[in-house]
């Protein structure tokens, strides 16, 4: 998984963890959303003033796989690439892994909608975001 241009580091916080010892299976959705902003504010389509009325994106879909156990003090951090642009859709893979190590502890494919929350409606992806999408991603 080392065709990942972004990474978000996240901590594994004791609150995470499930009576087993290990990460609830819930928490790795918000590992995946945490990295995804910062992925969005990298890519200049969000920043950290904005509302989040103002992301303009929906999660459509997401599947998330299960590849090993996470446990409390495990170094983590966060992939996220766009793979795919639609007319009012990007689809988005991400990763946990160990930092040190590179191991996957879980994989998502999760599909965005652009979307117009005062209009209450998908919208096209914006030109401007194809654009910084693709010239980041190589796409």
């Not at 303009?56 to 983590?76: E, L």
């Not at 652009?114 to 409606?121: A, W």
Request: hydrophobic letters at 35%; glycine letters at 8%; a negative charge.
């Amino acid at each position: 998984m080392t065709d990942y241009k972004f990474f978000h580091p996240t901590e594994v916080r004791y609150g995470d963890l499930d009576p087993q010892g290990h990460v609830n299976n819930a928490k790795y959705l918000t590992y995946f959303e945490q990295a995804r902003i910062y992925y969005l504010i990298q890519l200049g389509l969000f920043n950290k003033d904005q509302s989040f009325m103002e992301v303009g994106v929906i999660i459509a879909d997401i599947h998330i796989t299960y590849h090993s156990t996470t446990h409390y003090g495990d170094p983590v951090k966060v992939g996220v690439r766009t793979t795919k642009i639609g007319n009012k859709s990007f689809t988005t893979e991400q990763c946990l892994m160990h930092a040190e190590t590179g191991k996957i502890m879980a994989s998502a494919t999760v599909v965005l909608v652009t979307f117009d929350y005062e209009g209450l409606k998908p919208i096209r992806v914006p030109d401007d975001w194809k654009k910084k999408i693709n010239e980041f991603e190589g796409l």
